[in-house]
Structures are given as structure tokens and as C-alpha cells.
């Protein structure tokens, strides 16, 4: 039986506290309800396959007085409903995804509409909303695509986070006097909405109310109110001019990102806090102008600094100049502060600066050379990522600091030379500098973390030097496609190479085997011990792997994305592992560990194989046919990841674990569905007897037109469309 949530300011109101209440079901069948003594229903569940219905006021004589959860969610027989005249309250998803639902006659005594109430009735295309409703819950009208129409009445005060989101053919809304709070969201996503009525005396709303409302060109904000918030109108391009009232005092993150029509905008006296970044990706912005009398915020040549002039806050992206000097005093660079100034080809920096915050120069592509001050001593997160025209950068021996991806994407960045006295190369600080062709790691540096390197397709050789004390576990060369060699320091306590290879000191890790070493076959030294994650990752000409005896673990992932690579062969001696015809086993056969051939279309694994662990033959982009014996007792989770051409997996009919029906795995008994292979095509549906459809069965299954699923299945499905983007059809009862 489906449980009853009412809003608690009502529960008293409807049922009372003190009241018995038990289940009863009509005399016709049609309907379950929860009763009380005294005579009154909450409909829990509908039987009927009505088109239009008409909900009756009175059940076996007790009236209806609520609308319980999900009670006609996704029923798709529903085109129109009138909700009787006693219904008071509304509940959680009690219509969402009734996506045949054009037309709902409220009843005059509703109050509260609850959560996700008609979310995804996308052919509602009008609502008049009671008098007496005073609380719309979150998402309760969300992705209603077809609504153009809404009436609100005197009266509402809540509108919940959401409850609006997506309604893409909303027009105009307008919200009556008596509104306290309009909710996070509220009409995010609105898309053709062009016209909002405020309440004159609103003072709060939630973060995002109006983001990405693209047709949005004028609005008149509350005298009352006290903050915009976080990304309030983020992405409304349309928007080109706002006059912000003397009642705000703070500017929240992102407040007005991406308002790509907005030419100035101007600062008042009372604004006491304007958070970095407010400005984001306003590309005609010309001018931030801040009133004289203001005592937190100064402007120059439209330029937002803070009072004293010791922090730029925002330049604005649309301004003609192509060279700025930036004022002497101004000590830090605040986050976004430069963001995407597109026509700024050069900079030239005070000798005050100490700080570049995040993101400050981020995506300035006609940057094409920096030179910063003396006493600079800290650059943060991607302070100069995505700078694609910036070739050359020197930076001062007072830094100390660098945060991760820092040049990432500066994909003409040729010579950097890193200061002495920075500790840490953070990640993805040169990811995609594709045109670096060598770096000095200085003898400061103990730390490498992942991606920092990544997609440096420049680099042949790199020197890691004896200060280094950890290198990142994943990914820190990954995608150097032309690195041969990775050398270490003779006297280096932590590291060592051989041949180019990168190994822990003690020789028992094997860390890193450069993507771009041009041999054909490779050898693991004896006395590794363990091959690390992504250890050969990308590697472009490597053909074949062999195992020493004393390799004790081969990582997940260590021969990821090898397209070339053929074979793993195992010294026979090993006492952990083996391999037959180039694929890993463990050392009794039991388990199938890595089938690494790229090149096979189909494989029939061994009789005496009883496991195939996750990613056992993950890339095997052009395997169509697996054959699974009768002993296979266990496949885990991903084992087939990423066989795009992979249509059929085919299970011995004695196989006491599994079963298969044109080529899609299922348990024995078929009431759980494993894996559909992910080359299969066309129109697929799920056979009756299935009741579960396992996470990550229809992983990668692209080639699908559709999946019909029957209604026995009892897992949540909605992944299944949202995340792979099938059509997905559910059988009703």
C-alpha cells in the first residue's frame, strides 16, 4: 500500500491527531483510500483506465478531502481531470509524468499543491489556480513544456524551488501581492518567458529563480529587496539593462553571468558585499559604474574595484581597449576578474600584485604574452587556463603557490619557466599544452599531482628531480603521446627509471610506462611487485607485456586504452598469475582477468573459467560474440565495458547462474536482466519475467532505437533514458 505525505501545516487540518485511520477499498474497485471516523478520504490509489476523469466527491459516502502520493503518476491513459470540490490537498507526484494530461479543473477548496504534483505533464498548456491555495511545492509544475499559461491567485504565499523549472513555453507570470519566498529554480529554464510581475514588497528569494530564462529582457526587482542571489539571472541573454534598488546590499555569485545584453550596470551607495565573479561571461558589459558615496566599492573607466583600490574585482568583457595597465596598489586579482576578455591582447601588471585568484584571465585568447611583477607570490586555480594565443610567460622567483590548471588548455604556451620556490606542480596545471615541448621541474618541487602533464603532446623527455617525493597515482603523463622517456634523478630516495620507465625507488611499483616509447614489446623488470593503475595507459606502440615471476598485483586499468597491444604473457613461474594465448588469468585459470586484444571478434571462454572480473575485456572495440561455458558462476559489473560492436553474449544452456535470450545476458531464472550488448540495434523489449533490470545493463547502448519494459519490473528505470538517451517505452498493468 502506497504511504500518505501530507505538508505538515495540514495534517491536523485534514485527518486531526487524534483520529484512527485504515485502509478501505471501493465497492467498484476503482479506488483505494485511508478513512476516518469521521467519513472523510485520502485516495491512495486509482484502478480505472478512465481518459476523462471525473473524481468522485464521495467514496462508499466518505468525501474526499485529499489527493495521496503518486496515486496517477505516469498514467498515461489520462488526458483530463476534475478534482472534486472537498480535495484540500494535493499530494507528492499525485499526477507527474501523466504526459497525455491536458486539462485539470482545480477544486475551489484546494490549498496546497505538493512536490512534483504534475512535473513532466508536458500537454498542459493552461492553469488556473485556485483562490484558496497558499503553498506550491517544489517541482510541482516542473518540465510542464507545453504550459503557456499560468494564473496565480491572491492569496499564495510559497512557490517552492523548482516548481516552474523548465516550463518552456511559459510566457508571463505574474506573481500576486501576497508572496513571501519564491523558492531556488523557481522558473529556471523558462525559456520564451518574457514578462514577470514581482510582488512590490518581496524581499527574498531563492538562488537561480530566473537562470537561463533566454527571452527575459526587462525586469522591475522589489523595492524590499535585500539580496540578489547566487546566479539569480544567470544565462538570460536578453536581459540588457536592470536597475538594481537601493534596498540591496549584496551581490551574490554569478548573479548576472552570462547576461550577454547587459551593456553597464550601476552600483548603488548601499551595496555593502559583491561576491567574485558576479560578472561572469557578460560579453557587452562596457562599464560597472559605482556611486561616489558607496564605502565598500569603486569604479575606474568602468572598472569594479574594491574602495581602496587594492582588489580588481571585475573588468567588464565587452570594452574596446586591447592593452590595460592595471592600476598601481592593486595587490590582488579577483576570481573571473578578466574572464573571457576576448579582445585583451595585453596586460601589464603593478608592481603591488601579490594574488591572481581563480579563473582571473581564464579563456583571454588573444593573450599572447605575460609578465608578471616581482612580488607576486600566489596564482590560483586556472588563472590563465584556456589563454590559446599565449606562448610565453615569465614568472618571478616569489611565488610560492600554484594551483591546479593553471595553464591548462594554453595550447600555444612554448616556454615556462617555474620559480624555484614553488613545492607543488598541481594538477592539470599543463594539461593540453600541446605545444610545450620541454619543462624544468625545479629541485623545490616534492609533489606532482594527476593530469599535470596530461595531453602535452610536445614532450619527448621529462626529468623528475631527487625532490620529488610523490608523483599523482593516475594520469599525470596520460595522453602524452610523444614522451619516450621519463628520467630520475640518480640520488632520488623515492623514484628510479629504467630504460625510460618509471618506478618506485625500491623497484617493486612500475608507475609509468611512457605512452610514446617506440618498442614494440616490453619486458617487467624482476622484482616489481605491482603495476599501478593506467601504468600503460595510451601507450601507442606497445604490442605485448610480458610478467615477471615476481609480480604479485596487476592493477585495474594498467593496460587501458593500449590499441595496439595484443598479448599478456605471464613467466610460467609466477605464482599469481598466468595467460593463455596472450589473455591474463589468475594463476589456477579460475578467474579471467584481461582480454586485451582489440583485434578479436569473437571469444569463447575457457570451460575451467568460473569468474570474469569487471573490465575483463573493457575496449575490445571490435569483439561481437562472447561465449560463456556452464561453469561461469560470476561476472562482475563492467566486464564488458566499452565492446561497442559486441551483439551477442551467449550462455551455455547448463549454466546454473546465467541465461541469455538473443544474445543479452540474464540470471537463470530471467527475472533479472544483466547486460544488453552494447552493439545491439533496433527496437528492444524486455521479457515479462523480468522484475529487475540490473545498473548499468543498458550501459553504452546507443545503437537502440527503443526498450519496452513491462510493468513487473520494480527497479528505477528513469536512468535508463536520461543518462543514454533511448527511448523508453514502460507497459502499463
Known sequence: MKQIAFFASIISLLFGLSLSVFAMKSADGLWECEVNGEMEAVIVAYYGKDAELEIPAFIDDYKVIALGDEVFQKNLNLTS???????????????????????????????TIGERAFAGCTKLSSLDIPLFVTEIGESAFASCSGLSEVTLPEGLIYVGGRAFESCSNLMQIILPQSVEYIGGCAFEGCTLLTTVVLPENLEEFGPLVFSYCSSLA???????????????????????????????TEISYSAFSFCTGLTSINISRNIEFIQEGAFTGCSSLK???VEDANENYSSVDGVLFNK??????????????????????VAKIAESAFYECTKLTGVTFPDSLRVIAESAFRGCEQLAEVILPEKVISIEWAAFADCVNLTRIILPESITSMGPAVFSGCTSLEDVRLPESITVIGGNMFSDCVKLTSIAIPVSVTSISEFAFSGCLGLTSIY???SVKSIG???????????????????SKYFMSIDGVLLSKDKKRLITY???????????PEGVAKIESFAFSDCQNLTAVNISSSVSDISQYCFSICDKLKSINVAEDNKYYSSIDGTLFNKDKTELLMCVDTDITEYIVPEFVTSIVGYAFSDCTKLSRIILSENIASIDNGAFHLCHNLTELIVHEDNETYSSVDGVLFNKDKTELLKCPEGKEGDFIVPQSVTIIAGGAFYSCYLLASITIPATVTTNI????YEYKVKVIILDE
Open 514 to 524: 611512457p605512452t610514446g616509447k617506440k618498442e614494440n614489446e616490453y619486458t617487467v
Open 464 to 466: 623528475i628531480p631527487r
Open 718 to 721: 528513469d536512468d535508463i533514458h
Open 473 to 491: 597515482s593516475w594520469g599525470v603523463f596520460d595522453e602524452c603521446y610523444n614522451l619516450e622517456a621519463i628520467n630520475v634523478a640518480e640520488d
Open 308 to 329: 581602496n583600490k587594492t582588489r580588481l574585482i571585475s573588468y567588464p568583457i565587452g570594452k574596446e581597449s586591447t592593452e590595460y595597465i592595471i592600476p598601481n596598489g
Open 81 to 111: 481531470v476534475v478534482i472534486p470540490e472537498y480535495v484540500m490537498s494535493i499530494g507528492i507526484k499525485t499526477f507527474a509524468e501523466c504526459s497525455e494530461l491536458s486539462s485539470v479543473t482545480f477544486s475551489e477548496g484546494l490549498m
Open 218 to 248: 526587462e525586469i522591475n526587482l522589489p523595492q524590499n529587496l535585500k539580496i540578489i542571489e547566487e546566479e539569480m539571472f544567470y544565462g538570460c541573454a536578453k536581459l540588457s539593462s536592470i536597475e538594481i534598488p537601493s534596498s540591496v
Open 287 to 289: 562599464s560597472i559604474n
